[in-house]
C-alpha cells in the first residue's frame, strides 16, 4: 500500500488508527531494508508475516509476476499447477543464467536479490561458525557429493595433467563417486589406528604426493565430518603439505558447519596452509530438506570460476529454504541450536557411556570426533555376525533412524576400486560397533527414547543368544515384534515420560 | 520494501532490473489503491498475488501483528495456532465494537478497512445485480434467518405494541423459526394455487392487516427465493399495502441476488411501497463457506440501527470470504456467473421436461419461479407414498445433492404450529413433485449426471412396481446397489462422457 | 492409501520400507480413533500432520468434495475461490440444520462430525478448567454478547410474562446490549464499595427481585469476568436467590474459562443453586479469532432448546478454530497456557505495584479478580482531566494495547440509560485509574514492555506537569514523539533486553 | 480414518451419512490405487484434494514423519522452519542415496515412492508426446546443461580415449559449457544455410568424424528445440552416422517435448540409428519452476549408469512439482495445452508476418523451426546498430519478456573459444533480426499485447530515426517514456480489449 493508498484508508477508518497501522509497517520495512544492506544475518529471527512480506515483495519483481507482461520466449515461468506456484511463493525463474550460476536474471530481479541475499547470509553464519576468513560462497541445488565434482571439474581446467585425488579413506559412497564422476582416479590413503580413533595417515599422503608427483594431481580430498571412530582428517597438516607442494585442496565438510571443531580446522588449515574451496550440505547443517549445499573458499576468483562451471539456471529451491530458515532463526536461533547439539552430544555420550558398560561393551574413546559416537558390539559378534545385522534391524523396526551397525569383514566393490572392512573406513578395525551421532536439531527425547530402545534390543538378542546356547530354540522375539507396533502407538506417551511405567513393563 | 531497500537492492543486482521490479509493483499497488478510493469490485478479478499482498498489508495494520507491541488487556489477538493463524490471513480481532458491528476497532485498523471494503463492495454488487436504488448494507456473520431475528428485535424497539409478523407461507423452517426466535407470533398467510404456481394471497393479506391492527403488527415478512411451484412473493404489491398501513416489510432474499428477477421485485417494491431491509445470504449467492448474510436497505439509519443492535464483536470470516471471492472474481467474473446460471436454467428445465414426459409426469409449469422446478411424481405416488421418498434416498446414495421430493400429506409441527401439506407450502397440493434447482454455479456436468441418474432410478422403481403388480416380489434393488460404488468410481469418466457407453451399461 | 495401494507401493519400493511406512500411518490413526471414541482433547497436543490429516479426512466426506457429486440444490458448497476454498481446509457446508445449530447434515457428515466432535472437546475443557459438573455445550458463530441475546430469547418463551433481567453493573456495553436486543429491560444493580472492590449488592437483588415479584423478572444477569476494581459477582449467593424465588440465572463468564477462580464460582453456584447457562468467548478463552462463543449449562435439555433457537445454519469456522487450537495443545498444553497465566498475573500485579509507588500512585487492592488489576492515576487527575486521556493516548502510540484508563466523571447513555462514572461501573468512584490485565498468552516480555513504555509517560507527563506549573510552556512532547518511530523500530532488540541502554536514554 | 474411526463416527452423526462419507472416501482411494499400480498419467487430472491426500499418505510414510521415531544419524530429515517443512509437504528426505539418484530410501518410503511414480509418469509423457519407444527416464533436479555434463561424465567412463565432442553449432551459452564442464573440448560444425533456415551441415560432420577418428570422439550432440532462423538439427541423418562410426549420441531436447515436430525427430533418429539420451528442461516442458530435467533413453542399462553417476542424494523438489503439475493437468490436460500451442504458434506467425510487412520487413521462412519464428530488423540495422539494441531494451521496459534481438557483428569468447556472429549460430547471419516464439503455455492475449506494443516500439524508432535524418534532435523518445508507467498500469483493462482506444491513443 503507498500514500495514496492510506490516505484512502483514512477515510474510510479514523486517520489515527491507520497511521498506527502505517507506522507498524515500517518496522517490518525496516527489518527489510536492514537485511538488503547489510547482507547479513539478522540477530533475532523474523517474524513470518515480516518474512512472508518480504518473499512476497521479491516476488513480484519477477517478470511472470508483472501485471502486464507478455511473454514471447521460451521460458517465461510459467505455472500450470498453482499449488506449485503457491509453494515457491511464486518464485518460478530459478537462479543463475546459462553462463553462471550467480549471475543475475533480468527477467526475475526478485530472484536474482534472494539468490545474493541467500549467499551472503551464508557466508555470514560461516564466519560466525567459525571460519572467520572464508571470502566467499554460493548455495549450489545439488548434494555435497555433485558439488565435489563440480569443483574437481573446475580445477580440471586449472591443471591439465592432472588424474588422481589423493583422499584419505572415507567410507561414504558420495565421496568416493565425487571423485569417479569428476572423471579422476582417487588414490585411496588407508588410515592409522592411534588408540580407537582413525586417523589421517600424513607420511603416506605426503609420500604418495612425491611418488605420483604434484602436477598428475588434481588435489587432496580431505574431510572433516565423518563417522567415529574415524575422526576429522588433519586438515591443518594436510593444508600444509598442499601449500608445500602447490596441490589445490578441497575439503568435504558436509556436516562440519554445526561443529566447531570441523571449523576450526578449516580456518587453521587455510590460515597455515591451503584450502581452496571446502564443501558443505545445506540439510545436514541448516535443518532444511535435502538438496543443496554451500561450496565456499578463501579466494573470491576460485569461488566465482566454480560458480561459472554450472552450466545453465538452477532450482531457487534450496536457497529458498535456507533463507527462510535462517530469517526465521536469526543468528542467535543458530547459535542455540548449535549450543544445544554440543550439549547433546555429551549427554549422548554419557548414557552410552553407561548402557554399553552394563552390557560389558565400551563407549569407543574418539575425542577428536565431536559428533558421532561408536560402541563396541563384541558380545553379539562373537556369537555371530548375524546378531550383528538383526540389531540394526531391530532398531529400524522400532523407528529408531540413522543409528548404524558396523560388522566386521564386509567388502564392498566400486566402480573398479575393493574396499575391505567397508563402512569402518579401515580394511580390518578390531571389533564390530554401533553409531549414533548428535546432529543438529536433536532432542532429549531422541537420546532417551534411542538408549531405552536401544536396551531393549540388546536385551532380547542376549536372552536369545542365551537361549541358543542353551539351545533351547524358542523364538522370543515373535511375541516380542507384536509389541512393536502397540508401543509405536504409545510413544508420544512415552515421549513425555507420562506413562513410562507401562512402556517399560510392556 | 521502501526506497530504502530498493536502493540496496540496486546494488546488490541491477538497478535496471530492481526499477523494473519496483515498477512491477506499482501495478499492484494502483489496484490496491483504486479499490481503496473507489470502494467499488474492480472490474476484472485481481491476480493471487495483488490479493494477498492487500491482505497482507492489511493485516500488518493490525496491532496483533505489531512487533513492538505488548497486549495488556483481556482481548490481544493472540493466537495460540500457527495453522489458524494462517488461514485467517492474521486477522484475528474479528469487526465491530461492542456496541456496533460496523464500528472501527482502534486496535485493528486493518480489519476495520477489510470490514469497509467488504461492505462498500457488497453493496456495489447489490446494485449490479438489479437493486440499483440500494442505500446501505452490511455483512453479518449469521445465516440469513439468525439475521432475519436481527431485524425483527430491532423493529421490537420501534414499535413496541407489536405482537404479529404477517407471513405468507412458505415452508422452510429457518424463515419460520426467525420470528419464533425473535419472540413473535408468526400470522400464516396460506399461499393461493394459481395454474400449477403457489402465490401471494394478497386480499387475505390485507385483510389480515385490517384484522389485526397495523399497529400490532411488527411487518410483513415476504420471501423472494423458494422452492417450486410456490414462487416469489407479490414483493411490489406488499410493498405498496405496508406503505399505505404504514407497516415495516421486511424482505427475505435468501439465494435470491443470483436471480434479476427476484432484484427486480425488490428495486421495484421500493419504488412504488415500503421496503425496510431484505436480507440474502453470502453462500448461497457468492459461493462461500456457509455463514454470513448480507442485511440491506433503502434507509441509511435503519440499516445502522440494526447493525448497532448486535452486541459484541463478530467473526470477520464471512467478510474475508466474500472479499477474497469477490476481489478473485471481479464484477465481470460476477456477472458471468449469473449469465452461466440463467443458461443452465433453461437446460436443465428443458431437460426435465423431456425426461418427465418420457415418464408420463409433467414439468410442473411456474413461469415467476426462476431458479427452482418441479416435476410431478403422480405414477410413484399413485402406488405408494413410500415410492417417493424412496426416489429421494436412491438420489441421494447416487450422488445427487439438493435433489427434494416431496411426497402429499406430510404435516409438521413447528413451536406450536401445525403445517399440513408441509415442504409443499399450502395444506395440499395436487400431486406428489421433485424439486431441482438451478443455482449459481451449476455447470453442465450436474445438469447432464442429474439426468442420468434420475433416469437411472425412475426406471428401477418402475421396474419394480411393474414387478409388484405382478406380484413377483423379487427385490432387484439389491442388486442394483451393489453397483452403486462402483458406479461412483467411473463418475469421473463419466463426466466428461468419456466412458458413457460403459456407464449406461452397468 | 487403502491395502491394494500399500500393495502396489510394496512392488516399486521395498516391502520392509513400505510396511515401515503404513505402520507409521497407523499412528495417526490411532489417535484419531481415539478421539472419536472417546471425545476427549487428547493429553498431549497433536502433530500439524496429523490434524491436516484428520481434517482432510472429514472434509472429504462432505458431500461438496465427493468426486462424482451432481448437485441440483440451492446451496451446494461449490466455491468460487480455490484459497476460500482451501483456508476452510474444503469444509463449506457450515454446521447445524435450519432447525437446530446442533443437528446433523445430511450433506455433510464430516462438518456435522467436526461439530459434534468440537463441542465434545470444548465440554471437556469445560470440565477440566472447573466447572466439572457441566452437562452438556456449544459453540455458536457469535460472540459472546449476541449469545447471551439467544440464551435470553429462548428464555422468553419458558416465561411469556417477563419483561425484566436483574443486572448487576457493569459497564460494558455489550453486556447492556445483549439485553436491550433480546427486548427486555435491564434492571441495573448498583455495585457497593467494599475497601477498594466494587462488589453485587445482594441486598439490593433480593429487594428489586421482591419489588418486581419473580414471574416479571426473566432472569438474573450475573458477570465473572470484569474489569478491576469490580470483582466477579457474588455468583453462589445469586443462585440461591434464583433457586429460592425461581427465577433462570444466565452468567456473562466472558473470559472466565481462564481463571480457576471465575470457573469455581460457577461450579458453586449451581451446586447450591441455580445457573442455567454460562456463556463464554471462544477468543479470549482458547487463543483463537474472534467471533464464537460456547454456550454451557447444567441441564441438557435447556441447552438443546437454546441450540435449536439458531434459526438456520451457520459457519463451521470458530468450530474449527477451537478444534484445531485444542487438539495441537492437548489438554496439557492448555494447563500449560492457564498455570502460564496465574504466574503472569502475579508478576504483573508485583511490577505493578513498585511502579506505582515510586509514582506515589497506589496498586488498588482488588484480591476478588483474578485477571484485572488497577493502578490509581491520582496525581494526574489532580492536575487535571485531559492528563488521564492523555497517558490513554500516549500509550496506544506507543504501542501498548489493552491498557485503559478511566477517568472520573465519565458519562454515557445507552439506550436511553444513563451511566454515570461510566468505565468505573458505579457512579463516582473515589479517584481515576489505569487498568492492566493478565490474560492467557500474556508473555514476560509484554509485563516488561508495559512497564517500560508506562513508566516513560508518567515521566513525560509529570514533567509537563511541573512545567506548566512553572509556567513555562514548551511542549517536550513533540521530541518525544519523534522518538516514537524510531523507538518502535527498536523494539525487537529491547524484547530481549539486549539495548535496554539504548531504548531507555532514548 | 480406518475402520474403528468410522464405526465411531457412526455413533456421532447418523450412520447412513458416515457410510456415503466413507463410501466417497474410496474413489478418492481408487484414483490413487490406480497411479500406483499402472504407474501412468490419469487421463483426467486429478482433485485438489485428492492430490493433497496423496501427497498427505506418502510424507507419513518417511521417518522424519513418524510419530515415534528416534533420529540418531546426522541426516534426520529435521526441518527449522515449519513454513519451509509445510511447503515441501513435509517431504524433507530428497530422492536416491549416495550411490544412486534412483535407489530407494530406507528411511523415506514415501519419498522413494514419489521419485519413482514421478518418473513413471514422466515416462509415460514422453511416449505420449512423441518418443513411443522410449524404455526408461529419470528426473533429475539439475538444468538442463547440467544434465548433459552428467551424460558426458558418464560417456567418459566407456570411451576413456575419448577427447572430442562434435557439436552443430547452437549459440547458447549452457550447451557449450556442459561440455567445457564435463572436460572435453567441443568440436563446433557450422551450420550451412538453406533458404533462410541455418541447418546441420552433415557432410561436414562426416568428415570431422573420419579426421578425428571415432574413438577420439566421447559423441555427437546434437540440439532439437532452438531459435530460429536456425532450425532443429538433423537428428535422424546424425543418428546414422553415429550408428556407422558407433559413436554416442546425446540429444539436447531443452524444450522440445512440447513440440511433436522435435519429439518426432528423436524417434526417428533412434529408429534408424543411434541415440544414447536425450535430455529436456521440466520448467520449459512442464510449466513448473527452473531446476529440473529429465534424462531419458532407449537402452535401460544406460540410462540406469547414468542416474548411478550422481553422487548423493538429491532435492525431490523438481519431482514433486512435475508430479503435482501431472496428476493436476492429467494427460488429457497436458494435450490440451500441446495443442494449445500449435495454434499459437499459427497466430504468432500470421501476426508477425502482417506487422512485418507493415513496416517492409519480413518473417523469416523457417519452415523447420516448429516452435521459434524470427522477423527481420532490416530497416532499423541500416540505420544503425544502436537502434537494434534499442529495440530490445524499449521491449523490456514494456514488459514484453522472451523478445530476443540479434544484431549482426556480436563477438562472444568462451573458454577460449571466439564465436563471431554470436546469438545468430552463424558466423554472418544476412541480416538481424527479432526472435519470439510460442512456447507451451501462450495464450492470445501474449501474443496480442506483443505485437502491439512491438508496433508501438517500432513507430516510435522510425520518427526518430526520420528526425535524426532531418537533423531535428528532439528525443520523443523521453515523452514516451513517462507513458511506460502509466501504460502498464492500464495493462490489466488493455489486456481484455476494454480500452482500446486509450491505450492506442496514448
Redesign the interface.
Known amino acids: 500500500?503507498?500514500r495514496?493508498?492510506f490516505t484512502?484508508?483514512e477515510r474510510?477508518?479514523?486517520p489515527?488508527?491507520?497511521r498506527?497501522?502505517?507506522?507498524?509497517?515500517?518496522?517490518?520495512?525496516?527489518?527489510?531494508?536492514l537485511l538488503?544492506?547489510k547482507?547479513k544475518c539478522p540477530?533475532?529471527g523474523w517474524?513470518?508475516?515480516?518474512?512472508?512480506?518480504?518473499l512476497?515483495?521479491l516476488?513480484?519483481?519477477?517478470?511472470n509476476?508483472?501485471?502486464?507482461?507478455?511473454?514471447?520466449?521460451?521460458?517465461?515461468?510459467?505455472?500450470?499447477?498453482?499449488?506449485?506456484a503457491?509453494?515457491?511463493?511464486?518464485?518460478?525463474?530459478?537462479?543463475g543464467?546459462?553462463?553462471d550460476i550467480s549471475a543475475?536474471?533480468?527477467?526475475a530481479?526478485?530472484s536474482?536479490?534472494l539468490n545474493?541475499?541467500t549467499n551472503s547470509l551464508v557466508l555470514d553464519i560461516i564466519k560466525l561458525a567459525g571460519v572467520h576468513s572464508v571470502s566467499n560462497c554460493f548455495v549450489v541445488?545439488?548434494?555435497?557429493?555433485?558439488s565435489?565434482?563440480?569443483c574437481f571439474?573446475t580445477l580440471?581446467?586449472k591443471r591439465p595433467k592432472a588424474k588422481y585425488i589423493i583422499w584419505p579413506r572415507i567410507d561414504?559412497?558420495?565421496?568416493?563417486?565425487?571423485m569417479?564422476?569428476?572423471?579422476f582416479e582417487p588414490v585411496v590413503i588407508e588410515n592409522v589406528l592411534e588408540g580407537d580413533e582413525l586417523r589421517t595417515d600424513l607420511r603416506a599422503v605426503e609420500a604418495k604426493v612425491q611418488e605420483l608427483g604434484p602436477d598428475s594431481i588434481l588435489c587432496v580430498h580431505s574431510t572433516t565430518?565423518c563417522f567415529a571412530p574415524r575422526v576429522p582428517d588433519r586438515v591443518e597438516e594436510l593444508a600444509v603439505i598442499c601449500a608445500n607442494y602447490n596441490i589445490p585442496h578441497i575439503v568435504n565438510n558436509?556436516?562440519g558447519v554445526q561443529s566447531s571443531k570441523c571449523m576450526h580446522l578449516i580456518q587453521q588449515g587455510a590460515r597455515v596452509g591451503r584450502i581452496d574451496a571446502f564443501v558443505q550440505?545445506l540439510?545436514?547443517n541448516?535443518?532444511?530438506?535435502?538438496?543443496?549445499a554451500i561450496i565456499a573458499g578463501f579466494n573470491d576468483a576460485f569461488i566465482q570460476e566454480i560458480s561459472k562451471?554450472?552450466?545453465?539456471?538452477?532450482?531457487?529451491?534450496?536457497s529458498l529454504?535456507v533463507l527462510?530458515?535462517l530469517l526465521?532463526?536469526g543468528s542467535n536461533?543458530y547459535k542455540d541450536?548449535l549450543k544445544e547439539r554440543k550439549e547433546m552430544f555429551s549427554y549422548?555420550s554419557s548414557q552410552l557411556k553407561q548402557l554399553s558398560e552394563a552390557y560389558n561393551e565400551r563407549l569407543l574413546h574418539t575425542p577428536h570426533n565431536p559428533?558421532?559416537l561408536a560402541v563396541t558390539l563384541q558380545m553379539l559378534d562373537e556369537h555371530s555376525d548375524k546378531a550383528v545385522t538383526e540389531l540394526g534391524s531391530m532398531l529400524?523396526?522400532r523407528?529408531?533412524?540413522?543409528?548404524?551397525v558396523v560388522p566386521l569383514g564386509s567388502v564392498q566393490t566400486l566402480?573398479g576400486h575393493t574396499f575391505r572392512g567397508f563402512m569402518s573406513h579401515t580394511d580390518s578395525y578390531p571389533c564390530a560397533y554401533l553409531n549414533?551421532?548428535?546432529?543438529?536439531?536433536?532432542k532429549t527425547?531422541?537420546?532417551d527414547?534411542?538408549i531405552k530402545?536401544l536396551d531393549k534390543c540388546l536385551k532380547t538378542i542376549r536372552r536369545e543368544q542365551k537361549r541358543e546356547n542353551d539351545e533351547s530354540g524358542v523364538d522370543s522375539e515373535k511375541t516380542e515384534d507384536a509389541d512393536?507396533?502397540e508401543?509405536?502407538?504409545q510413544?508420544?506417551?512415552?515421549?513425555?515420560g507420562?506413562n513410562t511405567n507401562q512402556d517399560s513393563s510392556s
Chains 1, 2, 3, 4 share one sequence.
Open positions: 500500500m503507498n495514496e493508498s484512502a484508508g474510510l477508518v479514523s489515527a488508527y491507520v498506527q497501522g502505517s507506522e507498524a509497517r515500517r518496522s517490518h520495512e525496516h527489518l527489510i531494508r538488503l544492506e547482507g540477530e533475532d517474524d513470518e508475516s515480516t518474512l512472508e512480506l518480504f512476497h515483495e516476488a513480484i519483481m519477477d517478470s509476476n508483472f501485471l502486464g507482461n507478455c511473454g514471447v520466449g521460451e521460458r517465461e515461468g510459467r505455472v500450470a499447477s498453482s499449488l506449485v503457491r509453494r515457491h511463493y511464486r518464485f518460478i525463474h530459478g537462479i543464467r546459462s553462463g543475475v536474471q533480468p527477467k530481479a526478485g536474482s536479490l545474493k541475499i541445488p545439488m548434494a555435497t557429493g555433485m565435489l565434482t563440480l571439474l580440471r581446467h561414504q559412497k558420495s565421496c568416493f563417486k565425487s569417479i564422476t569428476a572423471g565430518s558436509a556436516y550440505s540439510d545436514k541448516f535443518l532444511v530438506p535435502v538438496g543443496g562451471m554450472y552450466p545453465g539456471r538452477a532450482s531457487a529451491s534450496p529454504d527462510m530458515t526465521s532463526l536461533g541450536l549422548l559428533i558421532s529400524f523396526t523407528q529408531v533412524s540413522g543409528a548404524r566402480s549414533a551421532a548428535s546432529a543438529i536439531g536433536m527425547q531422541d537420546v527414547l534411542f530402545r512393536v507396533t508401543m509405536a502407538l510413544l508420544d506417551n512415552a515421549l513425555l507420562t
